[in-house]
Protein backbone atom coordinates (compact mmCIF):
# COMPACT_ATOMS: atom_id res chain seq x y z
CA UNK A 1 0.00 0.00 0.00
CA UNK A 2 3.06 2.54 0.72
CA UNK A 3 4.69 2.04 -2.28
CA UNK A 4 1.44 2.62 -4.56
CA UNK A 5 1.00 5.64 -2.50
CA UNK A 6 4.47 6.74 -3.43
CA UNK A 7 3.54 5.89 -7.10
CA UNK A 8 0.76 8.19 -7.48
CA UNK A 9 2.10 10.94 -5.00
CA UNK A 10 5.20 10.52 -7.03
CA UNK A 11 3.67 11.11 -10.41
CA UNK A 12 1.67 13.88 -9.21
CA UNK A 13 4.47 15.86 -7.76
CA UNK A 14 5.88 14.86 -11.48
CA UNK A 15 3.12 17.42 -12.66
CA UNK A 16 3.57 19.75 -10.12
CA UNK A 17 2.03 18.02 -7.30
CA UNK A 18 -1.92 19.97 -6.68
CA UNK A 19 -4.29 22.10 -8.53
CA UNK A 20 -5.98 24.74 -6.50
CA UNK A 21 -8.36 26.98 -6.57
CA UNK A 22 -9.53 29.17 -9.55
CA UNK A 23 -7.48 32.48 -8.63
CA UNK A 24 -6.69 33.39 -4.71
CA UNK A 25 -10.45 34.00 -3.07
CA UNK A 26 -8.68 37.71 -2.15
CA UNK A 27 -8.39 38.71 -5.46
CA UNK A 28 -12.60 38.55 -5.95
CA UNK A 29 -12.86 41.98 -5.11
CA UNK A 30 -9.66 43.62 -5.89
CA UNK A 31 -9.92 46.29 -8.77
CA UNK A 32 -7.76 45.95 -12.07
CA UNK A 33 -7.32 42.18 -11.49
CA UNK A 34 -6.64 40.74 -14.86
CA UNK A 35 -7.76 37.29 -13.78
CA UNK A 36 -11.04 37.69 -12.09
CA UNK A 37 -12.99 35.89 -14.34
CA UNK A 38 -11.56 32.76 -13.28
CA UNK A 39 -13.44 33.14 -9.69
CA UNK A 40 -16.86 34.64 -11.65
CA UNK A 41 -16.68 34.30 -15.59
CA UNK A 42 -19.49 37.96 -14.96
CA UNK A 43 -16.12 40.01 -14.37
CA UNK A 44 -13.83 41.34 -16.40
CA UNK A 45 -10.11 42.71 -16.63
CA UNK A 46 -10.43 46.48 -16.49
CA UNK A 47 -7.75 46.60 -19.87
CA UNK A 48 -7.13 43.92 -22.64
CA UNK A 49 -4.35 42.26 -21.58
CA UNK A 50 -2.14 39.11 -22.19
CA UNK A 51 0.31 36.74 -20.66
CA UNK A 52 3.27 34.86 -21.43
CA UNK A 53 4.02 31.46 -20.10
CA UNK A 54 5.80 31.04 -16.70
CA UNK A 55 5.11 34.99 -15.75
CA UNK A 56 1.34 34.79 -16.46
CA UNK A 57 0.09 33.69 -12.95
CA UNK A 58 1.06 30.87 -10.55
CA UNK A 59 -1.64 29.85 -7.26
CA UNK A 60 0.17 27.86 -4.30
CA UNK A 61 -1.69 26.50 -1.92
CA UNK A 62 -2.02 24.36 1.10
CA UNK A 63 -5.32 23.87 3.52
CA UNK A 64 -5.14 21.58 6.39
CA UNK A 65 -7.23 21.26 9.60
CA UNK A 66 -4.21 19.58 11.14
CA UNK A 67 -0.58 22.01 11.67
CA UNK A 68 2.48 21.12 11.95
CA UNK A 69 2.80 21.52 15.59
CA UNK A 70 0.17 19.00 15.99
CA UNK A 71 2.62 16.53 15.08
CA UNK A 72 6.50 18.08 16.23
CA UNK A 73 6.95 19.59 19.41
CA UNK A 74 9.49 21.62 20.79
CA UNK A 75 11.88 19.57 23.42
CA UNK A 76 15.18 20.18 24.58
CA UNK A 77 15.52 22.93 22.34
CA UNK A 78 14.83 20.68 19.56
CA UNK A 79 12.02 18.76 17.63
CA UNK A 80 10.31 15.81 18.40
CA UNK A 81 7.04 14.04 17.47
CA UNK A 82 4.16 13.79 19.00
CA UNK A 83 5.05 9.86 19.86
CA UNK A 84 7.86 11.01 22.42
CA UNK A 85 6.59 10.55 25.62
CA UNK A 86 7.02 13.73 26.98
CA UNK A 87 3.79 14.85 24.65
CA UNK A 88 0.97 13.43 26.47
CA UNK A 89 -1.87 12.11 24.51
CA UNK A 90 -4.51 14.84 25.93
CA UNK A 91 -2.17 17.43 24.44
CA UNK A 92 -1.85 16.24 21.09
CA UNK A 93 -5.04 14.39 20.64
CA UNK A 94 -7.06 17.40 21.45
CA UNK A 95 -5.51 19.13 18.18
CA UNK A 96 -7.27 16.68 16.06
CA UNK A 97 -10.44 16.55 14.45
CA UNK A 98 -12.78 13.41 13.52
CA UNK A 99 -11.75 13.81 9.80
CA UNK A 100 -8.49 15.54 9.41
CA UNK A 101 -8.00 16.77 5.96
CA UNK A 102 -5.20 18.52 4.38
CA UNK A 103 -5.22 19.69 0.42
CA UNK A 104 -2.34 20.56 -1.24
CA UNK A 105 -2.58 22.51 -4.49
CA UNK A 106 -0.79 24.46 -7.42
CA UNK A 107 -2.44 26.19 -10.15
CA UNK A 108 -0.36 27.37 -13.38
CA UNK A 109 -1.05 29.43 -16.34
CA UNK A 110 0.64 28.79 -19.64
CA UNK A 111 -0.86 31.52 -21.97
CA UNK A 112 -4.17 33.72 -21.31
CA UNK A 113 -5.58 36.72 -23.18
CA UNK A 114 -8.70 38.60 -22.52
CA UNK A 115 -9.86 41.62 -25.24
CA UNK A 116 -12.15 43.88 -24.75
CA UNK A 117 -15.00 44.38 -27.87
CA UNK A 118 -15.50 47.77 -29.79
CA UNK A 119 -18.85 48.11 -28.03
CA UNK A 120 -17.14 48.55 -24.46
CA UNK A 121 -20.09 45.93 -23.73
CA UNK A 122 -18.12 42.91 -23.39
CA UNK A 123 -15.16 41.10 -22.67
CA UNK A 124 -13.76 37.53 -24.21
CA UNK A 125 -10.61 35.76 -22.61
CA UNK A 126 -8.94 32.50 -23.78
CA UNK A 127 -7.38 30.54 -21.17
CA UNK A 128 -4.42 27.72 -20.99
CA UNK A 129 -3.91 26.50 -17.89
CA UNK A 130 -2.19 22.89 -15.70
CA UNK A 131 -4.32 22.16 -13.05
CA UNK A 132 -4.11 19.15 -10.30
CA UNK A 133 -5.50 18.65 -6.71
CA UNK A 134 -4.57 16.54 -4.08
CA UNK A 135 -6.37 15.52 -0.61
CA UNK A 136 -6.19 13.10 1.89
CA UNK A 137 -8.19 12.37 4.93
CA UNK A 138 -7.13 10.54 7.75
CA UNK A 139 -9.51 10.07 10.90
CA UNK A 140 -9.06 10.47 14.31
CA UNK A 141 -8.65 6.84 15.26
CA UNK A 142 -5.73 6.39 13.61
CA UNK A 143 -3.72 8.14 15.58
CA UNK A 144 -5.79 7.56 18.94
CA UNK A 145 -4.63 3.86 17.99
CA UNK A 146 -0.90 5.04 17.34
CA UNK A 147 -0.23 7.72 20.00
CA UNK A 148 -2.11 5.14 22.70
CA UNK A 149 -1.84 1.55 21.43
CA UNK A 150 -3.33 -0.73 23.82
CA UNK A 151 -5.41 1.39 26.13
CA UNK A 152 -8.73 0.34 24.15
CA UNK A 153 -9.49 -3.28 22.75
CA UNK A 154 -10.84 -1.96 19.52
CA UNK A 155 -10.03 0.73 17.32
CA UNK A 156 -12.03 1.90 13.93
CA UNK A 157 -9.27 3.49 11.46
CA UNK A 158 -11.40 3.61 8.44
CA UNK A 159 -11.95 5.68 5.75
CA UNK A 160 -8.64 6.19 5.16
CA UNK A 161 -7.99 8.48 1.80
CA UNK A 162 -6.14 9.41 -0.72
CA UNK A 163 -7.06 11.15 -4.04
CA UNK A 164 -5.35 13.43 -6.96
CA UNK A 165 -6.93 14.52 -10.08
CA UNK A 166 -3.79 16.76 -12.14
CA UNK A 167 -5.11 17.10 -16.06
CA UNK A 168 -5.11 20.28 -19.02
CA UNK A 169 -7.92 23.13 -18.83
CA UNK A 170 -7.83 25.13 -22.24
CA UNK A 171 -10.78 27.58 -21.69
CA UNK A 172 -12.69 30.21 -23.76
CA UNK A 173 -15.01 33.19 -22.17
CA UNK A 174 -17.25 35.71 -22.70
CA UNK A 175 -18.73 38.10 -20.08
CA UNK A 176 -21.40 40.88 -21.39
CA UNK A 177 -23.57 43.58 -19.71
CA UNK A 178 -27.02 43.78 -20.13
CA UNK A 179 -29.00 46.82 -19.21
CA UNK A 180 -27.92 49.15 -16.36
CA UNK A 181 -27.82 46.01 -13.79
CA UNK A 182 -27.13 43.29 -14.79
CA UNK A 183 -23.76 41.61 -16.21
CA UNK A 184 -23.64 37.54 -16.98
CA UNK A 185 -20.73 35.71 -18.19
CA UNK A 186 -20.21 31.80 -19.48
CA UNK A 187 -17.06 29.95 -20.15
CA UNK A 188 -16.57 26.80 -22.10
CA UNK A 189 -13.74 24.26 -21.23
CA UNK A 190 -12.24 21.66 -22.83
CA UNK A 191 -10.05 19.32 -20.60
CA UNK A 192 -7.24 16.96 -21.16
CA UNK A 193 -6.05 14.64 -18.69
CA UNK A 194 -3.01 13.95 -17.36
CA UNK A 195 -3.16 11.79 -14.12
CA UNK A 196 -5.83 10.60 -11.52
CA UNK A 197 -5.83 8.22 -8.49
CA UNK A 198 -8.18 7.08 -5.73
CA UNK A 199 -6.65 5.27 -2.79
CA UNK A 200 -9.22 4.11 0.09
CA UNK A 201 -9.13 1.74 3.39
CA UNK A 202 -12.35 2.09 3.13
CA UNK A 203 -12.98 -0.39 6.66
CA UNK A 204 -10.67 -1.30 9.05
CA UNK A 205 -10.82 -3.03 13.16
CA UNK A 206 -8.05 -3.25 15.18
CA UNK A 207 -9.23 -6.03 17.86
CA UNK A 208 -6.73 -6.22 20.88
CA UNK A 209 -7.07 -8.59 24.01
CA UNK A 210 -4.70 -10.08 26.05
CA UNK A 211 -3.59 -12.90 23.77
CA UNK A 212 -3.22 -11.68 20.70
CA UNK A 213 -4.33 -8.51 17.48
CA UNK A 214 -7.01 -9.05 15.22
CA UNK A 215 -6.95 -6.93 12.05
CA UNK A 216 -9.40 -6.65 9.59
CA UNK A 217 -9.40 -4.37 6.51
CA UNK A 218 -10.79 -3.53 3.06
CA UNK A 219 -9.21 -1.76 0.59
CA UNK A 220 -9.61 -0.31 -3.06
CA UNK A 221 -6.83 1.32 -5.52
CA UNK A 222 -8.22 2.90 -8.56
CA UNK A 223 -5.80 5.25 -11.13
CA UNK A 224 -5.52 6.38 -15.01
CA UNK A 225 -1.75 6.95 -15.00
CA UNK A 226 -0.34 6.68 -18.21
CA UNK A 227 3.11 4.07 -17.96
CA UNK A 228 2.12 2.43 -15.03
CA UNK A 229 3.13 -1.13 -14.46
CA UNK A 230 1.49 -3.57 -12.09
CA UNK A 231 3.27 -6.75 -11.89
CA UNK A 232 1.78 -9.94 -10.44
CA UNK A 233 2.54 -12.25 -8.37
CA UNK A 234 1.89 -16.12 -8.80
CA UNK A 235 -1.41 -16.07 -7.13
CA UNK A 236 -2.83 -13.23 -9.46
CA UNK A 237 -1.93 -10.54 -6.30
CA UNK A 238 -0.19 -7.55 -7.35
CA UNK A 239 3.26 -7.29 -6.21
CA UNK A 240 3.24 -3.77 -4.24
CA UNK A 241 6.97 -3.78 -4.81
CA UNK A 242 7.00 -4.09 -8.39
CA UNK A 243 4.67 -1.14 -9.42
CA UNK A 244 6.36 1.77 -10.50
CA UNK A 245 6.01 3.49 -14.52
CA UNK A 246 7.45 2.48 -17.85
CA UNK A 247 7.96 5.96 -19.45
CA UNK A 248 10.23 4.47 -22.40
CA UNK A 249 7.36 2.50 -24.18
CA UNK A 250 5.63 5.72 -23.90
CA UNK A 251 8.47 7.25 -25.94
CA UNK A 252 9.13 4.66 -27.88
CA UNK A 253 6.82 5.75 -31.24
CA UNK A 254 8.41 9.15 -31.09
CA UNK A 255 7.66 13.06 -29.28
CA UNK A 256 4.03 13.24 -31.03
CA UNK A 257 2.69 9.81 -29.91
CA UNK A 258 4.29 10.08 -26.52
CA UNK A 259 2.54 13.54 -26.46
CA UNK A 260 -0.68 11.76 -26.99
CA UNK A 261 0.19 8.80 -24.63
CA UNK A 262 0.42 11.13 -21.61
CA UNK A 263 -3.18 12.45 -22.25
CA UNK A 264 -4.89 10.02 -19.72
CA UNK A 265 -8.89 11.40 -20.48
CA UNK A 266 -10.64 13.89 -22.28
CA UNK A 267 -13.77 15.88 -20.15
CA UNK A 268 -15.54 19.33 -20.99
CA UNK A 269 -16.96 21.79 -18.43
CA UNK A 270 -18.48 25.12 -18.50
CA UNK A 271 -18.48 28.23 -15.89
CA UNK A 272 -21.32 30.33 -15.11
CA UNK A 273 -21.95 33.52 -13.60
CA UNK A 274 -23.33 37.18 -12.85
CA UNK A 275 -23.62 40.20 -11.12
CA UNK A 276 -26.37 42.55 -10.65
CA UNK A 277 -26.40 46.40 -9.21
CA UNK A 278 -29.64 46.46 -6.71
CA UNK A 279 -28.79 50.23 -6.41
CA UNK A 280 -25.67 52.39 -6.84
CA UNK A 281 -22.92 50.92 -5.17
CA UNK A 282 -24.68 47.96 -3.77
CA UNK A 283 -23.79 44.77 -6.23
CA UNK A 284 -24.16 40.83 -5.49
CA UNK A 285 -22.49 38.38 -8.01
CA UNK A 286 -22.54 34.33 -7.83
CA UNK A 287 -20.77 31.80 -9.98
CA UNK A 288 -20.77 28.49 -10.33
CA UNK A 289 -17.54 26.93 -12.06
CA UNK A 290 -16.25 23.24 -12.97
CA UNK A 291 -19.53 22.01 -14.31
CA UNK A 292 -18.58 18.74 -15.79
CA UNK A 293 -16.84 15.72 -16.55
CA UNK A 294 -13.75 13.80 -17.31
CA UNK A 295 -13.71 10.72 -19.12
CA UNK A 296 -10.77 8.95 -17.83
CA UNK A 297 -8.72 5.76 -19.93
CA UNK A 298 -6.18 3.01 -18.91
CA UNK A 299 -8.42 2.38 -15.94
CA UNK A 300 -6.47 0.53 -13.28
CA UNK A 301 -8.37 -0.98 -10.58
CA UNK A 302 -7.88 -3.28 -7.44
CA UNK A 303 -8.93 -4.59 -4.24
CA UNK A 304 -8.39 -6.61 -1.31
CA UNK A 305 -10.28 -9.38 -0.59
CA UNK A 306 -11.61 -8.67 3.43
CA UNK A 307 -7.67 -8.98 4.54
CA UNK A 308 -7.85 -10.58 7.97
CA UNK A 309 -4.17 -10.68 9.82
CA UNK A 310 -3.83 -12.57 13.37
CA UNK A 311 -0.49 -11.62 15.41
CA UNK A 312 -0.32 -13.87 19.13
CA UNK A 313 2.77 -12.41 19.98
CA UNK A 314 6.48 -13.56 19.64
CA UNK A 315 7.17 -17.49 20.52
CA UNK A 316 9.97 -18.33 22.93
CA UNK A 317 12.55 -15.97 21.73
CA UNK A 318 15.67 -18.01 21.81
CA UNK A 319 18.37 -15.06 22.20
CA UNK A 320 21.27 -17.71 22.43
CA UNK A 321 21.44 -18.72 18.53
CA UNK A 322 20.35 -16.03 15.84
CA UNK A 323 20.27 -18.11 13.03
CA UNK A 324 17.73 -20.39 14.97
CA UNK A 325 13.86 -20.82 14.09
CA UNK A 326 12.38 -18.97 16.84
CA UNK A 327 15.78 -15.88 17.01
CA UNK A 328 14.35 -12.49 16.99
CA UNK A 329 15.88 -11.85 13.41
CA UNK A 330 13.51 -14.83 12.11
CA UNK A 331 10.46 -14.36 13.84
CA UNK A 332 10.49 -10.62 12.55
CA UNK A 333 10.63 -12.07 8.99
CA UNK A 334 8.18 -13.92 9.69
CA UNK A 335 5.65 -11.16 10.59
CA UNK A 336 6.54 -9.25 8.01
CA UNK A 337 5.82 -11.95 5.56
CA UNK A 338 2.92 -12.51 6.85
CA UNK A 339 1.41 -8.91 6.84
CA UNK A 340 2.90 -8.81 3.61
CA UNK A 341 -0.35 -11.64 2.74
CA UNK A 342 -2.15 -9.60 4.68
CA UNK A 343 -2.19 -6.20 2.69
CA UNK A 344 -2.67 -8.28 -1.04
CA UNK A 345 -5.05 -6.50 -3.74
CA UNK A 346 -6.08 -8.04 -6.68
CA UNK A 347 -6.53 -6.56 -9.81
CA UNK A 348 -10.62 -5.93 -10.35
CA UNK A 349 -10.75 -6.63 -14.37
CA UNK A 350 -14.37 -5.84 -14.47
CA UNK A 351 -13.52 -2.32 -13.54
CA UNK A 352 -10.69 -1.74 -16.43
CA UNK A 353 -11.20 0.57 -19.42
CA UNK A 354 -12.89 3.97 -19.41
CA UNK A 355 -14.69 5.73 -16.31
CA UNK A 356 -16.49 8.78 -16.36
CA UNK A 357 -16.63 11.16 -13.25
CA UNK A 358 -17.75 14.57 -12.57
CA UNK A 359 -15.53 17.51 -11.76
CA UNK A 360 -15.14 18.93 -8.10
CA UNK A 361 -17.23 21.81 -8.62
CA UNK A 362 -17.28 25.25 -6.49
CA UNK A 363 -19.44 27.81 -5.70
CA UNK A 364 -19.17 31.37 -5.01
CA UNK A 365 -21.56 34.12 -3.79
CA UNK A 366 -20.33 37.37 -3.20
CA UNK A 367 -21.80 40.79 -2.02
CA UNK A 368 -19.82 44.46 -2.28
CA UNK A 369 -21.04 48.02 -1.04
CA UNK A 370 -19.15 50.94 -1.95
CA UNK A 371 -18.26 52.88 0.72
CA UNK A 372 -20.91 56.46 -0.34
CA UNK A 373 -18.52 58.90 1.03
CA UNK A 374 -15.45 57.30 -1.04
CA UNK A 375 -16.34 55.19 -3.77
CA UNK A 376 -13.04 53.95 -4.12
CA UNK A 377 -13.52 51.94 -0.91
CA UNK A 378 -15.48 49.08 -0.44
CA UNK A 379 -16.42 45.81 1.68
CA UNK A 380 -17.16 42.66 0.46
CA UNK A 381 -18.33 39.20 1.80
CA UNK A 382 -17.67 35.87 0.13
CA UNK A 383 -18.96 32.74 0.17
CA UNK A 384 -17.06 29.90 -1.51
CA UNK A 385 -18.04 25.87 -1.09
CA UNK A 386 -16.25 23.45 -3.04
CA UNK A 387 -17.77 20.01 -3.75
CA UNK A 388 -15.45 16.98 -4.00
CA UNK A 389 -17.25 14.34 -1.31
CA UNK A 390 -15.39 13.78 1.67
CA UNK A 391 -13.08 16.11 0.78
CA UNK A 392 -15.64 19.41 0.37
CA UNK A 393 -15.06 22.10 2.38
CA UNK A 394 -16.90 26.00 2.63
CA UNK A 395 -15.27 29.44 3.99
CA UNK A 396 -16.26 32.86 4.36
CA UNK A 397 -14.50 35.88 3.66
CA UNK A 398 -14.81 39.25 4.33
CA UNK A 399 -13.25 41.88 2.55
CA UNK A 400 -11.70 46.08 2.85
CA UNK A 401 -10.97 46.93 -0.42
CA UNK A 402 -9.26 49.84 -1.41
CA UNK A 403 -7.94 51.45 -5.10
CA UNK A 404 -6.71 55.05 -4.07
CA UNK A 405 -5.48 55.76 -7.63
CA UNK A 406 -6.46 53.94 -11.10
CA UNK A 407 -3.26 52.27 -11.02
CA UNK A 408 -2.93 50.38 -7.63
CA UNK A 409 -5.52 48.82 -5.70
CA UNK A 410 -5.02 46.70 -2.56
CA UNK A 411 -7.33 44.04 -0.43
CA UNK A 412 -6.87 42.64 3.16
CA UNK A 413 -9.10 40.33 4.48
CA UNK A 414 -10.57 37.90 6.74
CA UNK A 415 -11.52 34.24 6.26
CA UNK A 416 -13.10 31.44 8.46
CA UNK A 417 -13.46 28.00 7.04
CA UNK A 418 -13.25 24.20 7.51
CA UNK A 419 -9.26 24.72 7.67
CA UNK A 420 -9.61 27.43 10.40
CA UNK A 421 -9.67 31.12 10.21
CA UNK A 422 -6.73 33.17 8.01
CA UNK A 423 -5.74 36.79 7.05
CA UNK A 424 -5.23 37.60 3.34
CA UNK A 425 -4.25 40.39 1.57
CA UNK A 426 -3.20 41.15 -1.95
CA UNK A 427 -1.45 43.97 -4.21
CA UNK A 428 -2.50 44.81 -7.86
CA UNK A 429 -0.35 47.02 -9.78
CA UNK A 430 -2.02 47.49 -13.41
CA UNK A 431 -0.34 50.64 -15.12
CA UNK A 432 -1.28 51.13 -18.75
CA UNK A 433 1.68 48.69 -19.84
CA UNK A 434 1.13 45.82 -17.05
CA UNK A 435 -0.61 44.56 -14.03
CA UNK A 436 1.59 43.39 -11.69
CA UNK A 437 0.06 41.53 -8.60
CA UNK A 438 1.05 39.21 -5.64
CA UNK A 439 -1.14 38.13 -2.54
CA UNK A 440 -1.94 35.34 -0.20
CA UNK A 441 -5.50 33.90 1.55
CA UNK A 442 -3.44 32.92 4.14
CA UNK A 443 -0.46 34.57 5.98
CA UNK A 444 1.59 32.73 8.90
CA UNK A 445 1.14 34.58 12.34
CA UNK A 446 1.78 32.48 15.60
CA UNK A 447 5.20 30.49 15.45
CA UNK A 448 6.95 28.67 18.42
CA UNK A 449 10.09 29.89 19.95
CA UNK A 450 13.24 28.89 17.58
CA UNK A 451 14.24 25.75 17.37
CA UNK A 452 17.58 24.78 17.65
CA UNK A 453 18.98 23.28 14.35
CA UNK A 454 15.99 24.68 12.40
CA UNK A 455 17.01 28.45 13.24
CA UNK A 456 13.23 29.43 13.31
CA UNK A 457 10.08 28.49 15.26
CA UNK A 458 7.24 26.26 13.94
CA UNK A 459 3.81 27.27 12.72
CA UNK A 460 1.31 26.83 16.21
CA UNK A 461 -1.69 26.98 13.83
CA UNK A 462 -3.69 24.99 10.99
CA UNK A 463 -1.15 24.41 7.91
CA UNK A 464 -3.02 26.76 6.01
CA UNK A 465 -0.17 28.43 3.35
CA UNK A 466 -0.78 30.36 -0.04
CA UNK A 467 0.95 32.16 -2.58
CA UNK A 468 -0.44 33.80 -5.76
CA UNK A 469 1.63 36.08 -7.92
CA UNK A 470 2.06 36.86 -11.54
CA UNK A 471 2.61 39.66 -14.69
CA UNK A 472 0.12 40.24 -17.51
CA UNK A 473 0.91 43.10 -20.11
CA UNK A 474 -2.02 45.78 -20.45
CA UNK A 475 -2.83 46.66 -24.49
CA UNK A 476 -5.93 48.66 -24.17
CA UNK A 477 -7.23 52.04 -22.38
CA UNK A 478 -9.26 51.01 -19.24
CA UNK A 479 -12.97 49.92 -18.97
CA UNK A 480 -15.40 48.60 -16.34
CA UNK A 481 -18.61 46.91 -16.76
CA UNK A 482 -20.19 48.52 -14.15
CA UNK A 483 -20.07 51.92 -15.75
Not at 84 to 113: P, Y
Not at 139 to 157: R, T
Request: with cysteine; glycine share 10%; charged share 15%.
Amino acid sequence: MKKILFAAAAFAAFLTSAWAQQAPRSSYFLDGYSYRHRLNPAFASSRSYFALPVMSSTDLSVQSNMGVSTFLYPYNGQLTTFMNGSVSADEFLGKLNRNNKINMDIATSFASVGSWGKSGKGFTMVDLNLKSSTSANLPYDLFDFMKNIGSKQQYDISNIGFRTRNYLELALGHSHKIGDRLTIGAKVKLLFGLAKADINIDNAQVEMNADKWIVKANASLSTSIPGLTAPKNEDGSLDITGIGFDMESLLDNGIGSALGSFVGGYGGAIDLGAEFRFFDGLYVSASLLDLGFMTWNNRFSARSNDNYWEFDGFDEIDVTNSDGENSIGNQVQQIGDQFKDFIKMYEDENAAGKSTEFLSCTMNIGVEYEMPFYRRMSVGALSSTKFQGPYTWTEGRFSLNLAPVNWISLTANYGISTFGSTFGAMLNIHTAAFSLFVGSDTFLFNFSSPVEGVGIGIPINNLNMNLNFGLTFNVSKRRDLRD
